[in-house]
């Protein structure tokens, strides 16, 4: 758009820019991605097409715990991916997933699509993991000890502690 100098492309994709749709700035929406990256190592967002699919119209977040991705053709290509609000529940008719076709600009049968992407991760060809995943036993070894002396301290402690102050 700046490279045109064309002021009509550049006041659309401000507008567009400024409620992505109809709800949230482009700025919230990438917020929302930023986060779900840094927190699973992966993001995703849904892309509506416009009627006559030649651009896009809407862009929303979608958390990528709701999303399950479809088996890969003979190329290696996902073609589909899964959304389910809860997947724990997904026979149940509310949280039975529903197929989304993955973001394509060349086939734009599907006016909703699912772009899903994130962090490159050895061996991990089709999901993705986050940057700190190796040091997820120390967190946990962490939040345990942070538990067991807050415990002690809540419950009058144990036999083996006492409290000395040095100050007299």
Not at 20 to 38: I, M, P, Q, R, W
Not at 139 to 167: E, K, M, P, R
Request: glycine residues 4%; aromatic residues 14%; hydrophobic residues 35%.
């Amino acid at each position: 758009v700046e490279d045109t100098k064309d002021l009509t492309q550049y006041v659309e994709l401000k507008k567009f820019l400024a409620s992505v749709n109809g709800s949230e700035t482009a700025h919230e929406v990438l917020v929302k991605a930023a986060f779900d990256l840094k927190l699973q190592g992966s993001f995703a967002f849904n892309i509506i097409w416009s009627k006559d699919r030649t651009k896009i119209a809407e862009i929303y977040h979608v958390p990528v715990e709701q999303v399950r991705v479809g088996t890969p053709n003979e190329d290696g290509k996902v073609k589909d991916y899964y959304l389910s609000a809860d997947w724990t529940q997904y026979r149940k008719k509310e949280y039975a997933p529903k197929r989304v076709c993955a973001f394509n600009t060349n086939d734009r049968r599907e006016a909703s699509q699912l772009l899903y992407n994130g962090l490159y991760s050895p061996a991990m060809e089709i999901y993705h993991t986050p940057d700190y995943v190796a040091s997820t036993n120390w967190v946990q070894v962490d939040n345990l000890t942070s538990d067991y002396h807050l415990n002690n301290i809540a419950n009058g402690f144990s036999g083996s502690y006492f409290i000395n102050f040095a100050n007299g």
